[in-house]
């Protein structure tokens, strides 16, 4: 049928997605910059042009957003933070790599939105956010900093009772603690969201630290709980 077949293409331009994935890892293991830019640039050419056809299979089906999508999104992500460091090197345009980190993080919130109890896409969503406000950061856009924190804590809600392995507690106490020294800021002077944020943010790092007796994490810890000392004097 041609269902089938459209399935079957499908398939088979997700194994050439992969393929050029695969060859950029390669190539920027042989730390060949050049081929490794062309195979990354050629997946995420690929990999955007397939999400279009999944995206057609599930409005035809009626499906907010199939494993299959998701799959492919999570691994478009993985190109985009590729990229994302071969547009460092290179030194290229902050808008260039603005716009590719921005489209990223939309991304992530879709999957969120569909899938906000699965550990691969809260890790992403977050990963996101921390490297879209990096980027923010670095060129004095504290409230744009600000905003792509919160835009990713306001949905964390949907979290409640869900069990939180080691890796997704850092996640999520490192989002508190940068939105929490954003808001701190003199410039921002947003006290009270500020300690909210440091308070989960001390909270996470101080069970992460008893439980792991991990040094950095009770140094995290620490570096917090003298943030909000200064926010109470």
């Not at 081929?35 to 089906?61: F, H, N």
């Not at 990713?152 to 997704?168: A, E, K, M, Y």
């Amino acid at each position: 049928t041609q269902n089938a077949e459209e399935s079957n293409d499908i398939d088979d331009d997700m194994r050439i997605c992969n393929y050029y994935q695969t060859l950029g890892e390669l190539y920027n293991h042989l730390e060949k910059e050049e081929e490794s830019y062309d195979a990354y640039t050629e997946a995420q050419i690929r990999q955007m042009r397939l999400l279009g056809l999944l995206k057609k299979e599930d409005e035809a089906a009626n499906v907010q957003m199939s494993q299959r999508s998701l799959i492919a999104r999570l691994t478009l992500s993985v190109t985009n933070h590729m990229l994302g460091i071969h547009y460092r090197k290179q030194g290229k345009a902050q808008r260039d790599l603005s716009v590719l980190l921005r489209s990223n993080m939309d991304m992530a919130l879709d999957c969120f939105k569909a899938y906000p109890r699965d550990g691969r896409v809260i890790h992403y969503v977050i990963n996101a956010a921390l490297e879209l406000g990096d980027l923010q950061h670095k060129g004095k856009g504290l409230k744009a900093e600000c905003d792509t924190y919160t835009r990713v804590i306001s949905q964390f809600g949907v979290l409640n009772n869900i069990r939180l392995d080691t890796q997704l507690c850092v996640d999520i106490a490192m989002i508190h603690t940068k939105c929490g020294q954003c808001q701190m800021d003199a410039s921002m002077r947003r006290f009270t969201d500020a300690a909210r944020n440091l308070e989960i943010a001390e909270k996470l790092w101080g069970s992460l630290a008893q439980n792991t007796k991990n040094p950095e994490f009770q140094k995290n810890a620490a570096a917090v709980s003298q943030m909000l000392k200064q926010i109470r004097k």
